[in-house]
Each structure stands twice: as C-alpha cells, then as structure tokens.
C-alpha cells in the first residue's frame, strides 16, 4: 500500500508546477551523499505523458493552467534500482481550500480528512504573496489564518495529532537574499502553532523557486527555467515527505523483528519438546515438520525484514545531510542543525 503525501495551496501558490517540475528532475535521480542514486517516477505512462506535457509547456515558455480537479499521482522511490516504497502525492485544487460552493463540500470533506491520513502535509505559500503579506496586505494575511483554521480543524477531529508539515515558499526567485530571510521569521511568527516549543511536532521550512528571474507575462513564462533535482531546492519537500516515511518504516520494521524472534524462539522451544517426545508418537503426529517449517518462515522474515532495516537506515542517512542543507527543520520547535 502506497504512502500519501498532500499538497495543499490557495489557487496560483505554485504546487501543481512544482509538481510538474518535480516529476522531470526526480525521473533523472538525485545522487545523494552515500552516492547511490535515488529515483522517484511514476509507473504510470499516462500520468507520466500529462506530467511530461505540463513540464514542455513551462520549456516553451508558457505557465500551465491552474487545477481545477484534486489529482492524484503515483510514483515508485528506487534507490539504486531497489523498490524503496511507493508513494500518492495528491495535489489538491487551490480554490477548494477557500470555497463557500455547497457543491465542492463532499470533496473539502475529503480534504479534511486527508490531514489525518497523510503521512506528510506540505503547505504552498507564493512568494509574491507572502511579500504582500509583509507590506500590509490584509487579504494575503489572510491565507495564514486560513491555513492555521484548516490545522486547527486537524486537530480537532483527529486521533493523530503529530503528522509532520514542510512549509513552502515557492516562487523563491522573486526574493532577495534578505527578503527570503524575512519571509521565513514572517512565516514562522504567523504560523506559531506548528514552530513553537511544546508541540512535539516535526515541521520543515524551505524556499523553492524553479529557476531565475521567473515571471507570469499574461501566461507567458519568462525568465531562465532550471528544473534540476539539485537546484532551486527542488528536491527537499519530497526529500522531507520520505525522510517521515522512512522513519516510521523502521520503527514499524524493528517491531516486525522483534515479533519474528518472538515466533522464532517459541517454534525452538516447541521443536525440541517436540523431540523429546517418543519417537512413534513424533512420526504419527507428524508436527516436526509443521515446527521446522515455521522456524524457516521466522528466519526467512527476519532476514527479509533485517535487510529493509538496513536499507531504510543507509538511505535516512544519506537524505538526512542532503535535507538539512536546503530545509530548516524544527522538532518539538528546536531547530535541528547539521
């Protein structure tokens, strides 16, 4: 089963672009620091043909058109060609989140309850509003409080409570040095709940931008587009959403293990009542086979599950530095450093 990740923003936030962008970066591999290389694409032809002509339209210079439907995509995360997992990212549609249409309930419904059946919520803020937010404006201040009422309503209705945020600032090139250091103290003071001491909550904060100098001319891309895995942060959400995936992955691996050598060393102690027992009785009930069989099944998982473990660990380890580099990371608000 697929693990899902969920993108949210308010309609011209830039997520389904990055999505777009994302796609075609990630395809090609990002080697990380234990230089293996790891991929993320879709199995999917169809969805790799729409993915594919959404990016092109950016290459020929022109934005593609909002969503106007959530979608899901689906991808499979290889690490030097091992299967790792497989992840949905569902992008939801930027006018659901701030509709009043008695017709879009049954599907802002599904979008609450994704907070709680997500492993990884990744937050959409544009530069050019958040900018707006800062000089004053009273409705791009408002896409805070909007997104701070839609976590509370998570909180409130969910039994999970700890289910980890990247914050993103997208559209980064429109920023200055100082202005993205700005806009992240801004985000950070509007969005105190998630970033202060207490919550107990893992949340990110990065800025990505998909090239320089990028503008919206009525449709028309300009600027330089640089769709890379390693530039323009492009890579740290997704990056961030598997760190999370991983991590539970390998408490819930350790636990699987354990289980296993429970089984294993009952089925030990059965076998060797078992052999103890008259060697007529043994033959007639034929259960040393039934016990030795067993036991090959709890090796065979723990050896399965112990080469997993090592495999999550190898790789939490190479996108640990990698994450860090482009991300700031905070834990129960204490900024976690290199």
């Not at 959403?241 to 699987?256: A, C, D, N, P, V």
Request: charged fraction near 25%.
């Amino acid at each position: 089963m697929a693990d899902k990740i969920s993108f949210y923003g308010l309609s011209g936030s830039g997520k389904s672009c990055y999505i777009f962008a994302m796609s075609q970066a990630l395809s090609q591999g990002i080697e990380l620091d234990d230089e293996e290389l790891m991929t993320v694409i879709t199995p999917e032809p169809r969805q790799m043909l729409k993915l594919y002509k959404a990016y092109e339209k950016m290459v020929n210079g022109y934005w593609p058109h909002g969503t106007d439907t959530s979608v899901t995509y689906n991808f499979n995360v290889r690490k030097a060609l091992e299967l790792l997992m497989k992840v949905d990212i569902t992008d939801y549609r930027g006018g659901l989140l701030d509709s009043d249409d008695e017709d879009d309930e049954d599907e802002q419904s599904k979008l609450f309850k994704s907070f709680s059946d997500s492993s990884a919520l990744i937050f959409f803020f544009g530069a050019d509003k958040v900018k707006a937010a800062m000089n004053g404006d009273m409705m791009a201040r408002f896409n805070f409080q909007h997104f701070n009422a839609l976590y509370e309503s998570y909180l409130e209705t969910s039994r999970v409570k700890d289910t980890p945020v990247m914050v993103v600032l997208s559209k980064a090139d429109m920023l200055t040095a100082e202005e993205k250091m700005k806009a992240f103290e801004f985000i950070k003071n509007q969005m105190r709940q998630l970033f202060a001491k207490g919550t107990r909550c893992t949340v990110g904060l990065t800025a990505v931008s998909l090239g320089h100098e990028l503008t919206n001319n009525y449709g028309e891309l300009e600027g330089v587009l640089d769709v890379r895995a390693t530039s323009g942060n492009l890579s740290i959400p997704i990056l961030f959403s598997l760190f999370q995936i991983m991590s539970k992955r390998i408490e819930s691996t350790i636990g699987q293990i354990e289980n296993s050598e429970k089984s294993l060393y009952n089925s030990k102690v059965a076998l060797n009542n078992e052999l103890s027992r008259n060697s007529f009785i043994r033959i007639f009930d034929n259960n040393e086979a039934r016990i030795r069989e067993q036991i090959n099944r709890c090796n065979a998982a723990i050896g399965e599950d112990k080469n997993l473990l090592h495999r999550l660990n190898s790789s939490l380890a190479a996108i640990k530095k990698y994450l860090l580099s482009g991300a700031e990371i905070y834990i129960d608000g204490n900024k976690i450093m290199i």
